[in-house]
């Protein structure tokens, strides 16, 4: 096992940005692709200066520029939340950093709740996550007891952190959607590289520069996918995220909920869910009075909600999501 400072596909943590490097980034979210010469222009620097901090930023692990999409494009057939309690002979966050050390986990939680952590699990299927929870996740020491909530459906995802506080009524965020196999093999090759040139994403899947031009426009326009800069956001100043996890009302329906939680400011992640909650949502917010307001004004206010349950970040642990390396998988004509 690679160790974590090691691994480049992890995100670190830095205390803060500096002004130049917060607007490099804010324009990246918006635009992972965005030329250098733009991104000078609109930051007021030389091109060479955009060019070396963007590339100093993800050399550094600060950011990735990588395409966002349904995981079952990159071969994840399913997912599940894990709430996971610890016991006081070792600190939570030790156990955190060894659990992103697992493949499976993308996404660790310190939270201060019901649950001490959260673990994002990715697998192909509900039988390598079984054996990933039984043969990893349950052997790291410390761990009291895992509560598996596992996703019927990823419902929206908006990991561009500035239009999430800033929501406008058209913004669709990233929800799944039926593609055919080349669409899905554009994804994938842009998973690993968000900034590669189309000419050389044709030639690796031997179609022409202007089909992969015309179907990457297509996938960002239907929002199924899109190339953004990646990056812990407690590194950007939103310090106050939580998860949110609900329990729908009799005679609502969760989808109407969903859709509902993603049409508010601050919403980033949304999962339809088995197990104790019915939907999971993630909110960032830069102040604690800021999101309280949110659930406040907002959440508590939707048709639908009988009952919510607010875990508060302490720490976050991110990587990046990368193919599963299967060509039966790159080659499926359906998400």
């Known amino acids: 096992m690679k160790d974590l400072l090691t691994t480049p596909d992890y995100l670190r943590l830095v205390a803060s940005l500096d002004d130049l490097d917060r607007k490099i980034v804010s324009l990246l979210q918006s635009d992972g692709r965005m030329p250098f010469s733009r991104i000078a222009r609109e930051v007021g620097v030389t091109e060479k200066t955009a060019r070396s901090r963007v590339l100093d930023l993800i050399e550094q692990r600060v950011m990735q520029i990588t395409a966002v999409t349904d995981p079952s494009v990159l071969g994840y057939g399913t997912a599940a939340l894990l709430g996971i309690t610890t016991r006081p002979n070792r600190p939570a966050s030790e156990i955190a950093q060894e659990l992103q050390k697992i493949p499976a986990i993308d996404y660790v939680v310190v939270s201060t709740s019901r649950y001490n952590l959260f673990a994002e699990l990715l697998c192909r299927d509900r039988a390598a996550l079984q054996a990933t929870i039984e043969n990893e996740v349950g052997k790291v020491d410390g761990i009291q007891t895992i509560e598996v909530m596992p996703y019927l459906s990823l419902h929206y995802q908006l990991a561009h952190f500035e239009a999430a506080q800033n929501k406008v009524p058209d913004e669709t965020g990233v929800r799944p959607r039926e593609i ?141 999501l990368t193919p599963i390396r299967d060509e039966a998988v790159a080659a499926s004509a359906a998400i």
């Open 180 to 320: 055919d196999a080349m669409d899905v093999r554009i994804i994938r090759s842009l998973s690993e590289d968000g900034r590669k040139p189309f000419l050389q994403v044709a030639e690796e899947l031997g179609v022409s520069e202007g089909q992969v031009r015309l179907r990457f426009k297509h996938l960002t326009d239907t929002g199924t996918v899109h190339v953004i800069a990646l990056i812990n956001p407690m590194g950007l100043q939103y310090r106050s995220m939580a998860w949110i996890a609900i329990n729908v009302a009799s005679g609502h329906s969760a989808m109407d909920v969903a859709d509902d939680l993603a049409r508010l400011p601050n919403t980033t992640y949304i999962a339809i869910c088995a197990g104790r909650y019915d939907i999971l949502t993630e909110f960032i917010c830069q102040s604690d009075r800021e999101l309280l307001e949110v659930i406040d004004r907002n959440v508590r206010m939707l048709p639908g909600i009988a009952r919510l349950e607010i875990s508060i970040y302490s720490d976050l642990y991110y990587k990046r």
